[in-house]
């Protein structure tokens, strides 16, 4: 079994976040980049779905140069090679146009299943596995806490408010998982140097097929108007009990609309 996990190089979320005056997307420069920390769960899905049942594992990621960083970081957890989306056209874009970007990519890939994390930290849109999905015309198993492949047949339990919901599909399909799926392994020293042989293809949107005013900033559907840097935390209330801090609480619940 062939399988295909979406990798994003994020913003550290230990430091601080900025986001660049100049054209109001993310300022990549400003944190170091980590591998999405949901995709590690996806990372470790699919190689354990590899140890059961025999296959590949590739790692696709979309990203600037120095997402090289994160592809490492997955080849040396195990998975067997990668290919790197990389152009200048591509910067700027926002989800729906990085699903578009992405099922090109995977054109050039043989898979049986894509697997991804259900969000990135930072986005958090949640939307990519569905409008992968739909740009491939494939099947879509969101928020999965437990993966199972049966034949050609894919088997996850949804994580839902009152439990879960079991959801089917034949293959290829595309799922994204919750961090509640498994514990990610770390990269043994042997894994780690056995990375820096492993092949990473590079792709230009040529290579893919991906039409040049279908990407990138100036071609986005959504964009950022305005920001502003958050509030520094003020100091927090304290509630004296003088026989009535029950009350003095739920009051001030009650004010901040919590209850």
């Given at each position: 079994m062939n399988i295909v996990v979406l990798v994003k190089q994020v913003p550290d979320t230990a430091t601080e976040r900025k986001l660049s005056p100049?054209?109001?997307?993310?300022?990549?420069?400003?944190?170091?980049?980590v591998i999405n920390e949901l995709d590690e769960y996806a990372i470790e899905e699919a190689l354990l779905l590899k140890e059961k049942h025999g296959g590949e594992v590739t790692v696709l990621t979309m990203g600037p140069d120095q997402a090289t960083d994160s592809i490492r970081k997955a080849l040396s957890m195990g998975a067997d090679k990668a290919v790197h989306l990389v152009d200048d056209a591509l910067e700027g874009s926002d989800a729906l146009q990085t699903a578009y970007a992405l099922s090109k990519a995977l054109g050039t890939v043989e898979f049986d299943l894509v697997v991804l994390g259900s969000e990135s930290t930072d986005a958090r849109t949640g939307v990519?596995?569905?409008?992968?999905?739909?740009?491939?015309?494939?099947?879509?198993?969101?928020?999965?806490?437990?993966?199972?492949v049966d034949g050609s047949a894919v088997r996850v339990q949804r994580a839902t408010d009152y439990g879960y919901d079991v959801v089917e599909a034949q293959l290829p399909a595309v799922v994204s998982v919750i961090e509640k799926i498994n514990e990610p392994r770390y990269p043994s020293f042997k894994l780690i140097m056995q990375a820096k042989k492993k092949p990473v293809e590079k792709?230009?949107?040529?290579?893919?097929?991906?039409?040049?005013d279908r990407v990138g900033l100036a071609?986005?559907?959504?964009?950022?108007?305005?920001?502003?840097?958050?509030?520094?935390?003020?100091?927090?209330?304290?509630?004296?009990?003088?026989g009535d801090g029950g009350v003095k609480a739920a009051e001030f619940l009650a004010e901040k609309k919590f209850v």
């Open positions: 100049d054209d109001n997307t993310l300022d990549r420069a400003a944190s170091d980049g990519l596995g569905a409008a992968l999905a739909e740009y491939l015309g494939l099947p879509q198993l969101t928020l999965a806490g437990k993966v199972d792709l230009g949107i040529a290579d893919a097929g991906i039409e040049a071609n986005a559907a959504t964009e950022t108007v305005d920001f502003a840097p958050a509030p520094p935390r003020a100091a927090g209330t304290v509630v004296k009990d003088e």
